[in-house]
């Protein structure tokens, strides 16, 4: 069994920034790829970031130059998202996403709202 927990969302004004962390655990022997997607209300689910096994990381345009994907290599699948410059469009629940293999595994999510 693999689990995902994400932390660090919440209510913040436009301008400001917020820190994501995601911890995975469970049958997990490789350093993998992560990645955070996010679902506004209403809207599909949309890939915000990745971080492959060796530190690559890609971003979609809408967020490029205001956030930041990283991993703690201390410990082992750990992802973090730093978002600065939050604008009200980014208010959405936010997933951290884990890839083995053929086989994707999501955490529960966590809530950013960001005030305008």
């Known amino acids: 069994q693999v689990q995902l927990v994400e932390s660090g969302g919440g209510l913040v004004q436009a301008g400001g920034s917020l820190r994501l962390s995601c911890a995975a655990s469970g049958s997990i022997f490789n350093i993998n790829t992560m990645a955070w997607y996010r679902q506004a209300v209403g809207k599909q689910r949309e890939w915000v970031s990745t971080?492959?096994?060796?530190?690559?990381?890609?971003y979609a345009d809408s967020v490029k130059g205001r956030f930041t994907i990283s991993r703690d290599n201390a410990v082992k699948n750990t992802v973090y998202l730093q978002m600065n410059s939050l604008k009200p469009e980014d208010t959405a629940v936010y997933y951290c996403?884990?890839?083995?293999?053929?086989?994707?595994?999501w955490g529960q999510g966590t809530q950013v709202t960001v005030s305008s």
């Open positions: 996403m884990l890839n083995i293999g053929l086989n994707n595994y």
């Open positions: 971080i492959t096994s060796g530190g690559s990381t890609r």
